[in-house]
Nanobody, 114 residues
Framework: QVQLVESGGGLAQPGGSLRLSCATS????????MAWYRQAPGKQRELVAR???????IYAGTVRGRFAISRDNAENTMFLQMNSLKLEDTAVYSC????????WGQGTQVTVSS
């Protein structure tokens, strides 16, 4: 079973940036689609962005133009560059396949606050 470890979260001001990382214990090069998800307090988990093995990307409308997903198959790592952060981006961010197929990691908390 592949393990997922998210990191890079923290406190940011509105308009700021954070870069999240998702380290996996397995070979992700064979995984067709990887994705980032987030869950805000009191809300359901939602898809933020996904990326194919061919680096085709799709974003939720709420983050399009501000976030960038990427993957490094050689390092079995995926990233989420988050720019122009908004208060409503506050959530626990997690990575997984799309659709989700592995056990969820602990996620990484992103808090946007002035």
């Amino acid at each position: 079973q592949v393990q997922l470890v998210e990191s890079g979260g923290g406190l940011a001001q509105p308009g700021g940036s954070l870069r999240l990382s998702c380290a996996t214990s397995g070979n992700i090069s064979s995984i067709p689609v990887m994705a980032w998800y987030r869950q805000a307090p009191g809300k359901q988990r939602e898809l933020v962005a996904r990326i194919t093995s061919g680096d085709h990307t799709i974003y939720a409308g709420t983050v399009r133009g501000r976030f960038a997903i990427s993957r490094d198959n050689a390092e079995n790592t995926m990233f989420l560059q988050m720019n122009s952060l908004k208060l409503e981006d506050t959530a626990v961010y997690s990575c997984n396949t799309w659709p989700p197929g592995f056990s969820w990691g602990q996620g990484t908390q992103v808090t946007v606050s002035s």
